[in-house]
């Protein structure tokens, strides 16, 4: 029975991005279902993917196949063939008609599974079982400015001691259609990438659910399906997947643990997987989530790793030096949707916006390191201040980081700083209140080395 699972499960990876006798039932809903459209950068409603709910159940005796599925109907054209193609796909796939009639998509492929479903149960008809199933669910999850995340999930009995289930997510880009998945991410074999593989399924094995009291010898022990070093764990066979709050990495039931399990998984906040994601991944999947204050402290510890800042979306504008007669001082300049003008000082260039949402980050160096944030929109410089306050202690790279407002003079400055010692805390940087500067709204960061 083991075997006759783990083939289902490779079957399933592969599909990325009364007295009733013999009788189907399509069993639409009716229900309509649209995310409100959600407004984008560039102030133009980006549009949603509205959806029917549709099910289609086939029973006979013991034997119950059952589809139910939220079937793309509106959005982009891309998009929505996207979602359709992959929904019948992981259906069985035996459809090949017009991919608009999803009620007559759901029928076909149910109609051909069911006869697959039947032969892969045998003789599971002698036993003293009740039912005998196959039900699958693709449910629409979660729809963000940039993407669609579908959920997939299979669960079966075929006869023997347990039935088994099996969960996939998968993302889509609103942009194009493409799907997200381990071709668009790089460094997974890095020791700091794996890392993050060993620190998630402990957070998901530790009693608390935080990783906290649980040593490598302990995860070792509920990783019985793996005999390698702990330092060496695989990625999940099945494709990754974006959530609201980062990239989610699932593995199946007996693929590196025991059944009870279940499917151990973990989410890598956006913050920490950017530097393992492609360009293409960024601009198809996160180009509108905003920039925020733990983007800014990876970019205060990291401004000469360009790479690192390209990864969180600020692209490098210009390197600039003067050498008057007392110093030398030296800028760079990082932005999203800025381009370099003029020169009209000794050093620096003058800026151009090529969007009503576009910010930059610049250092200035000199006796002292002076960073400035800077966006074209003063809501955004505004949103960025409130969502800040707004930001729970966050860890980054061995520190923990907190938000303190402090009044001073009458004005609001946001004090980012770390424990030190008892109920005392170091501060790192301080932001400046929000003024107006040459066309941008700016913020002026104190940097404590």
Known sequence: MKRIMMLAIAAMMMTACGNKTAQGGDQDSTATVETAGAEGRDGVGVPSLKTDTMSYEIVDGIYTLSYFVDYPVAGSDSLVESVRKFINDYLGGAYEGPLDKGRDMLKKDAEIEFGNFLESCGNADDEEIDELFLKKMVNKRVETDDFVTYRAFTSQYFGGAHGIAYESGHTFSKANGKCFGYDMMKGLDSPAFKRLIKEGLRKFFSKEGDGQGMSDEDLKEELVSFDGSIDELPLPDTEPYMTEQGVTFVYQPYEISYYAAGRPEFTVSFNDVRPYLKPQAIELFLSRQDFDVKQLVMALKHYEDYELLDGIGLKLIYEDSYQN???????????????????????????????????YYSMALDTSTRPNLGFVNQKDALSFIENTLKTEP??????????????RDGERYIHIETP???????????LYPVRQDNGFWRIEIEYYV
Do not use: C, N, Q, W
């Not at 001082?329 to 090529?354: R, W, Y």
């Not at 966050?394 to 009044?407: A, C, L, Q, R």
């Open 420 to 430: 030190y010692g008892g109920d005392d805390f170091e501060t790192r940087y301080v």
């Open 325 to 359: 007669e007392e110093m030398e001082e030296s800028e760079v300049m990082f932005g999203k949707d800025i381009e370099k003008g003029s020169k009209e000082h000794p050093i620096g260039f003058a800026l151009k916006a090529t969007s009503d949402h576009a910010f």
């Open 394 to 407: 966050f860890d980054y790279e061995g520190m923990t980081y907190y938000i303190h407002p402090k009044e």
